[in-house]
Structure formats: C-alpha cells, structure tokens
C-alpha cells in the first residue's frame, strides 16, 4: 500500500472505481482501502476472502 493507506486496484485485481467526472486537479489513480465487511449478498467475482488477502500480500 502507498503510505499504508491508498493502493492501486489493478495489483489487487479489483475494479478500478471512479466519480462520473475526471479532475486532473483532484482525481489520482490511487484508491483507498477502509475495511472488509460480510454481506448475504452473491459474490461479484470468483476468489474467495483467503485469495483476496494472498493478492494483498504479494503485491
């Protein structure tokens, strides 16, 4: 993580998320991680938790 607080989503293989509306002023590539929480909702992609922290740990 950069700074121990924003990563890059594309090294975590996650989607990139932005605002409708691009500022080069104010936007960066970076996101920011601010927990994991669980839901009774489907998944929206095939790994599970254990492959999701591993990704974190390698990148």
């Not at 989607?15 to 500022?23: Q, R």
């Not at 994991?36 to 489907?42: I, M, N, R, S, Y």
Request: charged fraction near 30%.
């Amino acid at each position: 993580m950069i700074d121990e607080t924003w990563f890059y989503p594309i090294k975590w293989k996650l989607p990139c998320l932005y605002f409708d509306e691009w500022k080069d002023e104010t936007d960066n590539l970076f996101h920011e991680f601010s927990g994991v929480l669980f839901t009774h909702e489907a998944p929206t992609e095939n790994a599970d938790i254990f492959e999701f922290i591993n990704r974190v740990k390698t990148s």
